[in-house]
């Protein structure tokens, strides 16, 4: 009885023991998502501004519009995706449901696929399903850590579309999502063709006043260009991580209830066990008082 009670505590000691490492990660994840979705709102009003800019130049530029709409026609031939996942464990099927949707929305296109994976679990999952992977990024761990992996995406998709020049590019990921912890999203990041020229003049001022650019309209449409991709793919990363962590956390709320009912259990079956150990004890020294009373007389 007193090996089993033992043994019973001792789950219980390593059930709390596990319970406080559940409860740090959730304080961890629930920090992480805190700042990743402060960088997502900030990154909204900055996203606004650079389309505000972008409006306001190519509504002056009739012919650079014109230049964007001639160099957007024909189909691309090949097509090239940034897929952002996760390289740590304890996210369920996040992946693997990306990489699923990735594929799926791939085959449709014709021609070449080439992926630039970040992550090396998203790499694995990818080429495990046909994809090519041509390069691997590391998955961020910060908001700092954010910036040089979209600067050297920007680098070698610029690179290698001076060698490909129809080539189209796509950036895949899982976006935060209400109701739901996340969904896979797809935006077409290149070229800046005839289709993103309409979803720019779409832009409304916000003042009756008529804007204008100044010190060279070309000059500042190619600065506010290289803000849209940059922006675009740092929120892209950014709601990933959110939808990461956002899934680590609801992981760990599982977690942590199951670990509570575990303790209640094993509380309650100790507790059982004790009494009877007790109540054996009071019997044997009952049954040998009556013994004794029995013998003297």
Avoid at 172 to 195: A, C, M, W
């Amino acid at each position: 009885m007193s090996d089993t009670l033992v043994s019973i505590n001792r789950k219980i000691t390593g059930a709390r023991k596990l319970e406080s490492v559940v409860k740090t990660m959730k304080i961890l994840a629930a920090s992480n998502i805190g700042q990743y979705e402060a960088s997502v709102r900030s990154l909204a009003e900055y996203y606004r501004n650079i389309k505000l800019g972008l409006y306001v130049c190519l509504r002056e530029a009739t012919e650079i519009m014109s230049e964007r709409k001639k160099g957007s026609q024909g189909k691309a031939t090949t097509i090239g995706a940034i897929v952002f996942g996760s390289d740590q464990g304890l996210v369920g099927q996040f992946n693997d449901v990306l990489a699923d949707y990735v594929v799926q929305t791939l085959n449709a296109f014709p021609g070449e696929k080439y992926v630039w994976a970040v992550g090396e679990r998203i790499r694995a999952r990818l080429e495990y399903s046909g994809v090519p992977v041509a390069g691997v990024y590391e998955v961020p761990t910060s908001i700092g850590a954010i910036t040089p992996i979209g600067a050297r995406v920007l680098l070698e998709s610029k690179e290698y579309r001076e060698n490909n020049n129809d080539a189209q590019f796509y950036i895949f990921h899982n976006r935060p999502k209400t109701g739901s912890i996340y969904e896979h999203v797809n935006q077409r990041l290149l070229p800046l063709d005839e289709q993103w020229l309409h979803d720019i003049s779409e832009v409304r001022w916000p003042t009756k006043n008529l804007p204008e650019s100044m010190h060279g309209k070309r000059d500042t449409l190619q600065a506010l260009v290289r803000e849209y991709l940059f922006v675009s793919l740092f929120r892209a990363c950014s709601e990933s991580l959110m939808s990461e962590n956002a899934t680590r956390l609801a992981a760990m709320q599982r977690a942590e209830k199951n670990i509570e009912e575990l303790l209640e259990n094993l509380t309650r079956e100790f507790h059982r066990m004790r009494q009877e150990a007790i109540d054996e004890e009071l019997f044997d020294v009952v049954s040998g008082s009556e013994v004794l009373v029995n013998f003297k007389n």
